[in-house]
């Protein structure tokens, strides 16, 4: 991983803009600016006739942030960054806990 994210930062130039960031010990994310999960939802939701307002996600990174702050519900997990979980309107246990199983249990089911 280390060797990946010092190759990554010589991808930058004054044309190209991009986020990236370690979200695992195994994932490097690289995301264009312009286009964010919210966007991706928001498309999701119109290709299924659906308000954004009826969609429940789920979220850990900052990259969720936006996501699960403009879901109907979003919810982060425990383990989560900070930002997400302020984002969120629940908080369920951690990713290595089973929280999205324990959430979709006790509050969709």
Do not use: W
């Not at 991983?1 to 190759?7: F, L």
């Not at 490097?28 to 308000?51: C, I, Q, W």
């Not at 425990?78 to 806990?97: I, L």
């Amino acid at each position: 991983m280390p060797r990946a994210i010092e190759r990554a930062s010589t991808f930058a130039d004054d044309t190209v803009k991009a986020a990236a960031l370690q979200t695992t010990q195994r994932l490097y994310e690289f995301m264009d600016p312009h286009v964010s999960k919210t966007r991706g939802l928001v498309r999701v939701a119109e290709l299924n006739d659906m308000e954004l307002q009826n969609i429940c996600v789920f979220g850990d990174a900052d990259n969720d942030t936006c996501m699960v702050a403009d879901a109907g519900v979003g919810v982060a997990m425990a383990n989560g960054s900070a930002a997400t979980r302020a984002a969120a309107d629940f908080v369920t246990v951690s990713n290595d806990e089973d929280g999205i199983a324990i959430f979709v249990e006790e509050h969709l089911l």
